[in-house]
């Protein structure tokens, strides 16, 4: 274990940005999944989907802009941990490359996200007043579009690096001699349920397993920062 003390202060911000990122998801599922049906939604196609982006345009406008918030807040989050588990001396390179993978996964996760904050809504209008030929070429486009960005945010930006960046998190947490062991382990099954969702990459059908995986990552995120918060006070 590495004999590493918390950096008080760099700690108590970690904890606290790590649980805001961890909670504020559930603003975007409240309001995207009343509105359109989000999550559930992103597999229907162009006929039934773009319509509701019109006719809920408020709520997917307010939905989508929390949801890229809450995708940016990743980096910073996992930042801040890696800098308050660093020695005086510099991280390790686990630190070092968790923060690296977290970036590559924020920036994946907004290319994603944002289509459905300017691509998806043009794509809606002009579909609406469409004839029929038309709109099954919009079909089309927007098929094309959503599967490109879907499997870049979704299963590389949401799953795959962030199953990496998780990792090597759990790792430094197993070696760090004021972090518990059962953090690092959560921290590893977590890893492990967001890697078997990156297989969606390779056409697998994984869609039953998103909930239960992403409500791990969220508890261990809110776990990791109260250990954080309760170290930095001792």
Known sequence: MTPVALNPALARSAGWLAIVHALMFFIPLGVLGAAIGWPANLDLPASHNLPLLLSESVSVKLGYSVYLLYSILFWPAVLLITRALSSREGGSVLLQLAAGFALVSTLARCL?????????????TQYSGADAGLQT?????????????????????VFLFA??????????????????????????ATALGLSVLALELFGLDL?????????????WMVCLGTVLIRRAKR
């Open 163 to 188: 199953a990496l960046c998780v990792w090597l998190l759990s790792l430094a947490l197993w070696r760090h001699s004021d972090m518990p062991r059962w953090l690092a382990v959560m921290g590893m």
């Open 112 to 124: 994603g996200i944002v289509r459905w904050l300017s691509v998806m809504p043009a794509l809606a």
């Open 207 to 219: 869609s039953a397993f998103i909930a239960p995986f992403s409500i791990l990552y969220m508890a």
């Open 137 to 157: 070429t919009i079909g089309v486009v927007y098929d094309a579009f959503n599967a490109y960005a879907g499997r870049t945010g979704e299963v590389l930006g």
